[in-house]
């Protein structure tokens, strides 16, 4: 769906009526689930999710860089736990799921870069339930994660790691077209044979209907487009598909999970942190500065489409 698609939803779920309709219409699918009480009991946390959500982001575009963080990280939890409450009618089940599910250094060495920090997936929290429930990851592929993967994995990113010759995706194809396109370096960037290649990101697209190669590139046709921004293939907000040029890169985690680690940590240095913060914001003297600043606009911009996409779900 467009920008302007998913603002009209947006707009549409503002009411108690239509929320209530759509949460009917979503648990109609779930087995056990009495639709129509449930979605009369979750409507009004449903709105006030959305609400609040967009609220606080709105608020981010608003505040100085100091804020910015806290604010986008809270705007995303609570979007993500509107999506979640169209598939878990009964969320939150336990205490246990309202933590962050996420973890970081409480102290920050000496000669501290962000880029090079890493955070730690707890076993229970948001993180994880939201990976489970809503994109049916039983499991998470790492343990820690340092930030500079997470910030090379977001297409809107890429141009900035260009501009000092460290890009780390290349572009594919299009959101709103079948036919993938890799470069045939990729087969030596990855150390793999064609078919390796092809068996290794098979599982997370469309069918492939059909496979050729020339000297210089790898063609895939697909049964239809890719619908998601879901790694190893990421989408830029313009529609161009991209994957890791590495296969250190090579990452299979929804890109709006990204966007939670990233602000989960900065929200936690813009508060616990506030001398290096302070001194990132006023100084601009790191080299951190232009990637988080990037990054703050592009989160600002991105959560509420990446969101909408899987308010979308079901809906259209």
């Given at each position: 769906?467009?920008?302007?698609?998913?603002?009209?939803?947006?707009?549409?779920?503002?009411?108690?009526?239509?929320?209530?309709?759509?949460?009917?219409?979503?648990?109609?699918?779930l087995t056990g689930v009495e639709a129509k009480a449930k979605s009369y009991e979750n409507c009004n946390p449903f709105i006030y999710y959305l609400d609040h959500g967009q609220q606080f982001i709105t608020a981010s575009h608003n505040s100085p860089m100091l804020m910015q963080p806290i604010l986008l990280f809270y705007g995303l939890t609570h979007l993500l736990k509107a999506c979640l409450l169209t598939r878990r009618p009964d969320y939150p089940e336990s205490t246990s799921i309202l933590a962050h599910g996420v973890s970081t250094r409480k102290r920050k060495k000496k000669h501290y870069t962000?880029?090079?920090?890493?955070?730690?997936?707890?076993?229970?929290?948001?993180?994880?339930?939201?990976?489970r429930h809503l994109y049916d990851m039983n499991t998470i592929p790492f343990e820690k994660?340092?930030?500079?993967?997470?910030?090379?994995l977001i297409p809107e990113m890429n141009d900035l790691w260009s501009l000092s010759n460290q890009q780390k995706l290349v572009a594919i194809g299009?959101?709103?077209?079948?036919?993938?396109?890799?470069?045939?370096?990729?087969?030596?960037?990855?150390?793999?044979t064609k078919k390796a290649f092809i068996h290794r990101i098979s599982?997370?697209?469309?069918?492939?209907?059909?496979?050729?190669?020339t000297v210089n590139q790898i063609h895939l046709?697909?049964?239809?487009?890719?619908?998601?921004?879901?790694?190893?293939?990421?989408?830029?907000?313009?529609?161009?598909?991209?994957?890791?040029?590495?296969?250190e890169y090579?990452?299979?985690l929804p890109e709006i999970l990204i966007h939670y680690l990233l602000l989960y940590n900065l929200s936690m240095i813009s508060r616990y942190e506030t001398e290096w913060w302070g001194e990132l914001i006023t100084g601009k003297a790191d080299m951190d500065y232009p990637w988080i600043k990037h990054f703050l606009k592009t989160a600002a911009d991105k959560i509420p489409f990446l969101l909408g996409q899987e308010l979308a779900i079901g809906n259209t």
């Open positions: 769906m467009s920008k302007q698609d998913l603002a009209l939803l947006y707009l549409y779920l503002q009411s108690q009526d239509t929320a209530q309709r759509y949460l009917e219409q979503h648990y109609k699918e962000f880029v090079h920090d890493e955070v730690k997936i707890q076993h229970n929290g948001l993180f994880s339930y939201a990976a994660i340092k930030m500079k993967k997470l910030f090379a299009k959101a709103d077209n079948n036919r993938l396109v890799f470069p045939a370096t990729t087969l030596d960037d990855y150390h793999i599982p997370h697209l469309p069918y492939i209907h059909k496979v050729s190669q046709e697909l049964d239809k487009p890719i619908a998601q921004s879901h790694g190893p293939f990421f989408c830029h907000q313009n529609g161009t598909i991209y994957f890791p040029l590495d296969r090579f990452l299979t």
